[in-house]
């Protein structure tokens, strides 16, 4: 079965500053990978995906993601983050060819600060 | 719709009772999924259709929990003897069709088990 793990629970940075958000995945088979943004009260909105193609992968609102296969990973990054983008993040897989199901991570919570 | 709509946005129940959620998806969208989302986690799988059949169910926790899309559009989850542990933000998400990964997440029910 895969796993997504989400190394940091919570990253606080200042407006402005780069950031980048760590998820790892495991798993046996052929992966497709997603980032999510969920802000309070809301329901999940799509950040970007990878399903085949080119390693990096550009999303909404500036940000982007690159899959690294050698290492099971899909951090995402943005170079200058605003007030705006506090929210909460989920990186999520699903099996090629599966039932479509989503796994997610826990979660990491981003804070900018003015 | 314009989006995935889920009603109601809050249920407080009493422990025992049994309770309803509904999803409404976007009009024209042959998949449709369940997610519980616990306090401080990701949300978690729980049914998959695809039209009117449910084509995973492997995520319900136990048989308390089952649900329907008769029509191929507005599904139902159904809860009895609901227990405290039930308490969560219960997501529903639809998707054009298989293969489009384009998933489109509702605002969710906060079920709330007293």
């Known amino acids: 079965a895969q796993s997504v793990t989400q190394l940091d629970s919570q990253v606080p940075v200042f407006e402005e500053a780069p950031v980048e958000l760590r998820c790892n995945y495991s798993s046996s088979v052929s992966v497709y990978l997603f980032w999510y943004v969920q802000y309070p009260n809301q329901g999940l909105q799509l950040l970007l995906k990878y399903l085949s193609g080119s390693t990096l992968v550009k999303g909404i609102n500036g940000f982007e993601a690159e899959f690294n296969k050698s290492q099971t990973s899909f951090h995402l990054r943005k170079p200058s983050v605003h007030i705006s983008d506090t929210a909460e993040y989920f990186c999520?897989?699903?099996?090629?060819?599966?039932?479509?199901?989503?796994?997610f991570g826990k979660g990491t919570k981003l804070t900018v600060n003015p | 719709g314009a989006g995935v709509s889920q009603t109601p946005s809050n249920k407080v129940t009493e422990k025992g009772k049994y309770v309803e959620l509904r999803c409404d998806p976007i009009?024209?969208?042959?998949?449709l999924y369940w997610y519980r989302q616990s306090l401080g986690q990701g949300p978690e799988f729980l049914i998959y259709?695809?039209?009117?059949?449910?084509?995973?169910d492997s995520g319900l926790p136990n048989d308390r929990f089952f649900a329907v899309r008769p029509e191929g559009s507005v599904s139902t989850l159904k809860i009895q003897r609901t227990e405290r542990g039930d308490s969560a933000v219960y997501l529903c998400a639809s998707s054009l069709n298989r293969d489009n990964y384009g998933y489109t997440f509702g605002s969710g029910t906060r079920l709330t088990v007293v």
């Open positions: 009009s024209g969208h042959t998949a």
């Open positions: 259709f695809q039209g009117t059949g449910a084509a995973d």
């Open positions: 999520a897989v699903t099996l090629r060819g599966g039932s479509e199901k989503l796994v």
